[in-house]
């Protein structure tokens, strides 16, 4: 199975200010996709990134607010522009990996990253 | 919409005793059916699936049935730790509805286990 690495794993940001969280994956996946988990609650997914072509985002999720960026098939960044509060959660970036049975895939997710937003 | 329905937590257990939580689905189709652990202060972790109905998943000691004629998907475990203390989260994943990246999360059910 491939690994996936997110960075950094937790943040205590400023109101107003910017974060960008880096997610690498050892192999090349074509579809990575990003996830928010707010205090206490499930995970909703905010959008999915395809190199080379602009993210696809979920309703309630716009790029100004979260952009993204695909340079590569094994990488992504996820920003959170001009936090306030209500942005602390924990993101996760995650990929379809190809378990080899059953012809199920399994979405991988790394660590996580916890934002506090002061 | 497709949709999954966990039990509310917490649930507090002794160690060793029995665990289920329940978990059923709507969904259009055949779904896979999942369950994740967030072990505190840590991401999600797969911890079982299965893909067709009567398939069970099993791993650590848990185990699911997926049972189509109750659209059911309950985890088991028969003697719990003081390390299984953790959130757990069924899931769907559907071909008919959605992003093709979304798993469909239930709630989650937080899991405490004393000594």
């Known amino acids: 199975s491939a690994v996936i690495s997110q960075k950094p794993s937790r943040d205590i940001c400023q109101r107003g200010t910017s974060l960008t969280i880096q997610c690498q994956v050892d192999?090349?996946?074509?579809?990575m996709f990003w996830y928010r988990q707010q205090p206490g609650q499930s995970l909703t997914l905010i959008a999915t990134?395809?190199?080379?072509?602009?993210?696809?985002?979920e309703s309630g999720f716009v790029i100004d607010k979260f952009p993204i960026s695909r340079p590569n098939l094994t990488f992504s960044t996820l920003t959170v522009s001009n936090m306030s509060p209500e942005d602390s959660s924990i993101y996760l970036c995650?990929?379809?990996?190809?378990?080899?049975?059953?012809?199920?895939?399994?979405?991988?997710f790394g660590a996580g990253s916890r934002l506090t937003v002061l | 919409g497709d949709s999954v329905t966990q039990m509310e937590g917490p649930v507090t257990l002794s160690e060793e005793a029995f665990l289920t939580i329940n978990c059923t689905y709507t969904?259009?189709?055949?779904?896979?059916l999942f369950w994740y652990v967030q072990y505190p202060g840590e991401g999600l972790q797969l911890l079982l699936k299965?893909?067709?109905?009567?398939d069970k998943g099993s791993n650590k000691g848990f185990e699911a049935t997926y049972r189509k004629e109750t659209t059911s998907f309950h985890l088991e475990k028969g003697s719990v730790q003081v390390s299984d203390s953790a959130v757990y989260f069924c899931?769907?994943?559907?071909?008919?509805?959605?992003?093709?990246?979304?798993?469909?999360f239930g709630k989650g059910t937080k899991l405490s286990v004393k000594p």
């Open positions: 995650s990929f379809w990996d190809g378990q080899g049975d059953s012809g199920a895939n399994v979405l991988t």
């Open positions: 969904a259009t189709g055949y779904p896979s």
């Open positions: 899931a769907l994943s559907s071909p008919y509805g959605g992003s093709q990246g979304n798993l469909i």
């Open positions: 192999s090349q996946v074509t579809m």
């Open positions: 990134a395809n190199q080379g072509s602009e993210a696809t985002y």
């Open positions: 299965a893909t067709k109905a009567d």
